[in-house]
């Protein structure tokens, strides 16, 4: 049985809970506090440094907007359900980063290595994709320490 919850918590913070494909469930906590957080990549844009949260779910973006790469404080880039076919090799230079969800991109047929530098990374998010298994397995020999949240999308091949 699938299953997301997500609480809200005082003091901004949020506790989501995943449901793995081998059965398990992993919690992660995001902080959902206004300071440093945006959602319009337009106004993260103008105030680069400032940017610590990042959320561009359901954005339907064709590709991966490489000014990410200058929001160099980014601590959680949430990118769930848009259409990206591949993350540039640049985001190993992103060391700031703890959370990365990238959910819901079918067409995203490879992770970059470049994960593999990210040794702040506690948790990465891959629930409801088309990676093929060895996909998954790389990333958790690259980054043992990260929590890998996944999950395939039931019409993968």
Request: proline fraction near 4%.
């Amino acid at each position: 049985m699938q299953h997301f919850i997500l609480l809200i918590l005082a003091m901004g913070l949020a506790t989501a809970t995943f449901a793995q494909d081998d059965g398990s469930d992993v919690i992660v906590t995001t902080n959902l506090t206004k300071e440093h957080w945006y959602d319009k990549l337009d106004k993260a844009k103008k105030n680069p440094q400032d940017v610590h949260y990042l959320d561009l779910s359901l954005e339907k973006r064709r590709s991966f907007p490489e000014v990410i790469f200058t929001f160099t404080n980014l601590k959680e880039l949430h990118a769930p359900y848009n259409y990206w076919e591949s993350i540039p090799s640049q985001i190993g230079q992103m060391k700031s980063l703890r959370l990365l969800d990238l959910s819901g991109n079918y067409y995203m047929g490879k992770l970059p290595d470049a994960l593999g530098n990210l040794n702040n990374l506690d948790s990465l998010i891959l629930k409801d994709h088309k990676l093929a298994p060895g996909e998954i397995g790389d990333v958790k020999k690259q980054l043992p320490e990260t929590t890998i949240i996944h999950q395939h999308h039931k019409n993968a091949d």
